[in-house]
């Protein structure tokens, strides 16, 4: 798989492919490599950013506007399963990378394009980057306090976009064993956090207003979020249903009439009288610490959780008792790396080291059949 990729949606869907085995060759910039390499220096002087999105892959660095660049880049391709880009609107057309031109040299390629709003349309030229991706699919709209929109803490329409040319590329490489056939794949941040955002979306276009931004409250169930107990801690719960809030009411509450008061009987009634709700929960949990709050949530079987930072999410019990640690390489050092979520049966996932900015370019190159002096020449011109 070649992968001229950049910062996270095309590095997070090849990260998954090269875990399953797949041979990832990642293009870079000579000198800078892929900007997420500078975004911060956390690791062990390394990007958090990239250590993330990057391990298991090989890194050859190629000025691919130098012709000589644009020679080997093609004799990567024409060996390559696949070829994975997200580069900004036109770029690969420009460089004779597209998907026509690919595939028609290369019918059994799969071509994997990764851009904002796709190739057509009043948006395809227009530059995207997550959080304006976020803000086009109205998840700022919903996201927040009634006061203020709030971005998720996460990049998420990259995310999403990485899941789904991960999922697509899968799909495709199977399409392929049965017909022969390769296949386009055009994959944008927009749509993919569009089809995650289909719960508010059918909300408002079928009921006529969307739902309220509620903070870390649900926006149409209740009582779903987070409460404050006796000690000053928060504890996060959620009754999805009559029976659920029943059983809170008599045995975290210890008030069961109030699974019959008129006010909480429904769903419906609940968001209704959410003020009034809330005030009688933190009421009784101002009596108990924050752990006897857990205790009779998981005694009645409530669903609960503690509002963790990320370091309790580092050292996170479930993850120790599941084995979900082990160490990687990487330039600075060995790094700490949580196993990627597949758990397939009889099968290891590949964990190999995070790449040094062209660590690959003259082991890449010698297997191409250049020299060494080739190589060399081909490094003073600045090609590589």
């Known amino acids: 798989m070649v992968a001229l990729e950049q910062v996270i949606a095309g590095p997070f869907a090849t990260r998954q492919l090269a875990e399953l085995g797949a041979r990832v060759v990642k293009i870079e910039r000579p000198g800078a490599g892929d900007a997420a390499r500078s975004y ?81 349309g009043p948006y395809s030229a227009k530059k995207a980057y997550d959080l304006l991706v976020q803000c086009e699919a109205g998840l700022l709209s919903v996201t927040g306090t009634p006061e203020a929109p709030s971005k998720a803490g996460i990049p998420v329409a990259d995310i999403a976009s990485g899941m789904y040319a991960f999922s697509a590329i899968l799909a495709a490489l199977i399409r392929r064993n049965r017909t022969g056939e390769g296949a386009t794949l055009d994959i944008t941040m927009f749509e993919a956090l569009g ?61 069961a009439t109030l699974g019959r008061d008129a006010r909480f009987a429904s769903s419906p009634a609940r968001l209704a009288n959410r003020p009034a709700l809330h005030a009688l929960i933190e009421k009784r949990f101002a009596a108990l610490s924050t752990e006897q709050v857990i205790e009779k949530l ?56 995070v790449p040094a900015l062209g660590e690959h370019t003259r082991s890449v190159l010698s297997e191409l059949g250049y020299a060494d002096g080739q190589i060399d020449a081909l490094a003073a011109e600045g090609a590589i």
């Open 195 to 255: 089809e995650w955002m289909g719960f508010p979306a059918y909300f408002t276009a079928y009921g006529g207003t969307a739902p309220a931004r509620s903070g870390a409250h649900h926006a149409t169930i209740a009582p779903y979020g987070p409460f404050r107990a006796g000690d000053g801690g928060s504890v996060f719960f959620s009754v999805q249903n009559e029976r659920e809030f029943a059983r809170f009411c008599e045995q975290v509450l210890d008030e």
């Open 40 to 120: 911060d220096r956390t690791v062990k002087g390394q990007s958090s950013h990239f250590v993330w999105t990057n391990r298991s892959k090989e890194s050859v660095t190629l000025d691919v506007k130098h012709p000589a660049a644009r020679a080997i880049l093609e004799k990567l391709v024409a060996r390559a399963d696949v070829f994975v880009q997200n580069l900004a609107p036109g770029a690969v057309e420009r460089l004779g990378l597209g998907a026509n031109t690919l595939r028609e040299r290369h019918p059994r390629l799969i071509w994997c394009g990764i851009s904002g709003y796709g190739p057509d």
């Open 298 to 353: 998981d005694a009645a079987d409530i669903a609960n959780a503690k509002l963790n930072g990320m370091a309790e999410f580092w050292r996170h019990e479930q993850l120790a008792a599941r084995s979900r640690w082990t160490q990687v390489a990487s330039p600075g050092g060995m790094i700490d790396a949580l196993k990627p979520p597949f758990n397939l049966s009889d099968f290891e996932p590949r964990m190999d080291a």
